[in-house]
């Protein structure tokens, strides 16, 4: 398939029925490895939420809240029966306990080392900001578990265009080095959908990979 046919099988998947069907706290309480996953990590209150309901065009398939590090467990969202989204625990927030934050990291360990069905990990970088140093220990984290992940800049229409540009360059240049990171980085705004076709384009290819290889 060409760019445009991917774009299109993108924006088709992402048009078709999307809902909520599972939510786990513990590594034992996964629904069944049956469907092509792509989960969606970030540190709170960089747009998970926000991504995940402009991605869909939902308005409140994500639950959206004011009170960051509430998602407290893995969600599972099935999309047009081809594909799951899996909203993973916020994390980097001081308030949350940090009996609470290891639990989700040993959940977040296992869930990336064991899930067979896992296509890409999608890590969301504020693009206002940049790499802060918790993100860093979640890139460590997905090297070391040998899981693929593609950083997916948001918040696109809060900055100007030369600084997004050095981001994307500043971004691209940090993850050279890191040998789980896909080389393409997108900066995407859920305010004005800028960047959303080309990563449902993105998914639709990876569905489409492993399709063939099986």
């Known amino acids: ?3 445009p046919d991917f774009l299109e099988s ?16 513990k590594i034992d309480g996964l629904p069944p ?20 309901n402009a991605l869909t065009g939902r308005k409140t398939l994500a639950r959206m809240s ?30 949350v306990g940090k009996e609470k934050v290891a ?13 067979s069905v896992l296509l890409r990990v999608l890590v969301l970088i504020d693009g206002r900001h940049g790499l802060k140093p918790v993100d860093i220990e979640m890139l460590d984290l997905l090297d070391k578990s040998a899981a693929s992940y593609e950083i997916v800049l948001t918040k696109k229409d809060e900055i100007k265009g030369s600084a997004a540009e050095q981001r994307l360059t500043d971004m691209r240049a940090a993850l050279a080095k890191r040998p789980a990171a896909y080389p393409e980085v997108l900066f995407t705004s859920a305010h004005t959908s800028e960047g959303l076709p080309e990563l449902r384009a993105s998914i639709a290819r990876l569905i489409a990979e492993r399709q063939t290889s099986h």
Do not use: H
């Open 1 to 3: 398939m060409s760019d």
């Open 10 to 25: 993108g924006r088709r998947l992402f048009a078709g029925p999307c809902e909520f069907i599972w939510g786990a706290s």
């Open 33 to 52: 490895a049956s469907l092509p996953e792509i989960a969606v990590a970030g540190r709170s209150n960089v747009g998970k939420s926000s991504l995940i």
């Open 66 to 95: 004011r009170t960051p590090g509430r998602t407290q467990e893995l969600n599972f969202f099935e999309l047009n029966g081809q594909l799951r989204l899996v909203d993973m625990p916020g994390w980097g927030y001081a308030a």
């Open 103 to 115: 639990s989700w990291t040993e959940l977040l360990r296992a869930y990336l080392r064991g899930r």
